[in-house]
């Protein structure tokens, strides 16, 4: 699986790529990231890519142009087009779910996720190309960098091998939104916690039950 990032701030994924799952995923090479900064698409003598918006409105906008050619040089890489997917991040956009990563995962090899910041980005570079409006939730953020970061996490789940042992799946199994691990009881402000006694039972079926009930 191939995640193609076009991002003006790259660095803000070192970080969470470093580390733990996705980190092993690309050393393992079940997943493979690259980044395409606008930046390097642009004409202007400072890499300018941000203008004032038509119509007036606070902030700055940015260009279209840019943002398509980076596009434009990852699908030049790829053969099978077919298997390509354009991902717009937009509050307006369609609600990223983990059907919708399990499904699209079946579907496709390479996903080019286009990361917004600013007022946006030109709407005219929509227009350019096939792409889908996604949304991870109902609010507004800095930019698109979180819901690619999302967007990468959970899709990579979905890839064979990434997380090693199918039963890591939550979303294949019975699973509780409450979990518990040692010491089986412990004291803090002289109140005393305990972990639930049907996790204690070792009876399985009613463990299953109690944990579909929650």
Same mark, same amino acid.
């Given at each position: 699986m191939n995640f193609h990032i076009i991002t003006l701030f790259p660095? %803000?994924?070192d970080s969470y790529l470093g580390e733990s799952i996705l980190s092993r995923a690309i050393e393992d090479k079940k997943i493979k990231v690259t980044f395409h900064n606008p930046r390097d698409y642009s004409d202007d003598k400072w890499k300018r890519v941000d203008q004032?918006?038509?119509a007036g409105g606070p902030g700055m906008v940015i260009q279209a142009l840019p943002?398509?050619?980076?596009v434009e040089k990852v699908l030049s890489k790829i053969k099978n087009k077919k298997k390509v997917k354009i991902i717009f991040f937009s509050p %307006?956009?369609?609600e990223f779910n983990t059907t919708y990563a399990k499904t699209n995962v079946k579907k496709y090899t390479d996903f080019i996720l286009i990361c917004g910041?600013?007022?946006g980005i030109d709407a005219r570079v929509k227009k350019m190309f096939k792409m889908e409006e996604v949304s991870v939730g109902p609010f507004?953020?800095?930019g698109g960098e979180l819901p690619a970061m999302i967007f990468m996490d959970s899709v990579s789940r979905?890839?064979?091998g990434v997380l090693g042992n199918f039963d890591s799946l939550e979303e294949e199994r019975i699973s509780s939104h409450d979990v518990y691990t040692r010491p089986e009881v412990f004291e803090y402000k002289k109140k005393k916690y305990r972990v639930p006694k049907i996790l204690l039972s070792g009876h399985h079926k009613n463990i299953e039950a109690w944990k579909k009930n929650k």
């Open positions: 660095g %803000a994924f004032k918006p038509y943002v398509a050619k980076a %307006a956009g369609k910041r600013y007022e507004v953020l800095t979905q890839v064979k």
